[in-house]
């Protein structure tokens, strides 16, 4: 009796969406996280400074030697914070937008997106590329 493989079972088109969602976010995770780590301090500042605008009088921000800062020299701070945050930006959305027969999952990519779902892995394997 020959030997007959079974039928891989189909797959729903939410099914496939939610892989290729996965899979866009796999690709170059590495480098990707990389970019958002530099962008989070810089989105936290800007927070800062927009409560600051909402609401002078309950948030203040000072400078290292504890004075408190102008609204010209925040003014300042947020276009310079805007301006690094759309470099970030674009250099993420560079990446993102790649063609789908460029991308890839790298094995820094799959050791990465574990530690930051919080399942730390050993080295991976250079084999898994």
């Not at 970019?35 to 203040?60: C, G, H, T, W, Y």
């Not at 990465?112 to 730390?120: M, V």
Request: net charge negative; charged share 35%; glycine share 2%.
């Amino acid at each position: 009796m020959p030997h007959v493989e079974p039928e891989a079972p189909s797959i729903s088109q939410n099914e496939q969406r939610e892989l290729k969602r996965v899979f866009d976010f796999m690709c170059d995770f590495a480098p990707k996280h990389r970019l958002r780590k530099e962008l989070q301090p810089r989105a936290d500042r800007k927070a800062k400074i927009m409560s600051f605008k909402k609401n002078p009088e309950a948030v203040k921000i000072v400078d290292e030697a504890g004075h408190e800062l102008s609204e010209d020299i925040l003014d300042a701070e947020l276009l310079i914070l805007d301006k690094e945050m759309n470099e970030l930006q674009h250099q993420i959305d560079q990446i993102d937008a790649k063609p789908d027969t460029e991308k890839k999952v790298h094995p820094r990519d799959l050791q990465q997106a574990l530690a930051f779902l919080g399942k730390h892995t050993d080295k991976v394997s250079n084999k898994l590329s």
